[in-house]
């Protein structure tokens, strides 16, 4: 199952220092049910592999290596290439790739029909000319003796 805002912000807790029943809590769950829901979050595979993301990203800050896009994107002169790194980043959530990935496709694809101004203006007047309103052809007339 994909990472929820609740399971974020439940990593976001527990990375700060909360245990699991107040990063639960500070999530959004019940206080009731705070210590069985903390207890099940932390096991789950989304929340880990978000931990394991957000210590590559504080790492990071302290040592060379990959760094978090999110960080760097006003570093990025170029929306594209942040669009492309951002799509390339397999540590990235799937939903923001796919995302980058919709935004970047204008890029490179243009949409079907879609024309510039003047190549419109043309089809269209092509388009009037064959119909029955057009301009007739001169010469389809023959004279009769």
Do not use: C, W
Not at 2 to 22: I, Q, V, Y
Not at 102 to 110: C, G, N, S
Request: no cysteine; charged share 30%; proline share 4%.
């Amino acid at each position: 199952m994909a990472l929820t805002e609740k399971k974020r912000k439940f990593a976001a807790a527990l990375k700060s220092g909360a245990s699991n029943k107040d990063a639960a809590i500070a999530a959004g769950y019940s206080e009731k049910s705070a210590s069985q829901a903390g207890s099940r979050l932390s096991n789950d595979p989304d929340v880990i592999a978000e931990m394991e993301r957000k210590g590559v990203v504080q790492r990071a800050k302290e040592e060379p290596g990959p760094l978090n896009l999110s960080e760097l994107a006003g570093s990025f002169k170029d929306p594209k290439k942040f669009l492309m790194a951002m799509v390339n980043d397999v540590a990235e959530d799937p939903r923001l790739r796919l995302d980058a990935a919709k935004t970047l496709m204008p890029y490179f694809h243009a949409r079907k029909g879609e024309l510039g101004k003047k190549e419109q203006q043309q089809q269209d007047a092509q388009a009037t000319q064959s119909s029955r309103f057009g301009q007739r052809q001169a010469g389809h007339l023959k004279a009769v003796k």
